[in-house]
């Protein structure tokens, strides 16, 4: 059974579905030659663009004097990202400020689109909760590796005492490779279930209690946005640390 074609995957596989067959045939994808593009993909991009667009409409807008509403926005984002990134790292912790913003923006704006009528959540499909925990993965060992050293961040894993080393490496070693699968199923699970249980009320009623669960759908996502981040936040924390 194929999925529905949504409008931004019909246009891509109308227009650019020439390029999508060459690069997944390059590298081995199965895919079907007609409709390449998935409708996450599509609408994934419409989410990427969109935030390009939001920003380059914001820095020439920004003021001290007369900031606007969405400098504004952006500033409360900034500042509630920055505040967490700092209760939970013990130094530095605004080097990492732009990563977990960038995440935590991208995150939302692909967890409310799916209350558009017609769009649908990126993040209700496995593949892209999966590609952020990725991302996630690699950014905090890459700080850790940064911060203390191949060989020093490596120890960590071994445990404080010698001896339990046999030990501590194997049970680290699955802990670390379990988080990115804990990260992709909590976001996909839980936007997932948000988005069939409002198409399903939406399918009975047409207008009090849509509205209800809209309003549940929108508190979900801004929720596994913020729980996202702030994961992301207490693993690099995990991973910068000094022992003492």
Same mark, same amino acid.
């Not at 926005?73 to 530095?92: M, P």
């Given at each position: 059974m194929h999925e529905h074609e949504a409008w931004p995957a019909? @246009? @891509?596989?109308h227009f650019l579905a020439g390029p999508a067959d060459s690069i997944l045939d390059a590298v081995g994808v199965k895919h079907n030659p007609a409709a390449p593009w998935p409708n996450w993909l599509g609408f994934e991009l419409i989410v990427f663009f969109f935030i +390009?667009?939001?920003?380059a409409i914001l820095r020439p807008r920004l003021s001290v004097d007369k900031p606007g509403t969405l400098q504004h @926005? !952006? $500033? @409360?984002?900034?500042?509630? &990202?920055?505040? $967490? !990134?700092?209760?939970? +790292? $013990?130094?530095?912790s605004q080097r990492y400020v732009p990563f977990f913003g960038t995440l935590f923006i991208f995150i939302l704006f692909m967890n409310l689109i799916g209350i558009i009528p017609g769009f649908e959540s990126p993040t209700?499909? =496995? !593949?892209?909760?999966?590609g952020l925990a990725l991302a996630t993965f690699l950014f905090y060992n890459w700080t850790g590796f940064r911060e203390h050293g191949v060989g020093r961040y490596l120890a960590h894993f071994a445990g404080p005492m010698p001896y339990l080393a046999p030990l501590m490496i194997p049970i680290e070693f699955i802990s670390h490779l379990a988080r990115p699968l804990s990260l992709t199923i909590r976001l996909y699970a839980n936007m997932f279930a948000g988005e069939r249980v409002t198409l399903a009320f939406l399918g009975l009623t047409y207008l009090v209690i =849509?509205? &209800?669960f809209m309003g549940l759908h929108v508190f979900v996502g801004f929720l596994q946005a913020y729980i996202f981040t702030l994961l992301t936040i207490i693993y690099v924390s995990g991973a910068t640390a000094h022992e003492h």
């Open positions: 019909a @246009l @891509l596989n +390009i667009i939001l920003f @926005l !952006a $500033e @409360l984002t900034y500042n509630f &990202v920055g505040g $967490e !990134a700092s209760d939970n +790292i $013990e130094h530095g209700m499909t =496995p !593949a892209v909760p999966a =849509p509205s &209800v």
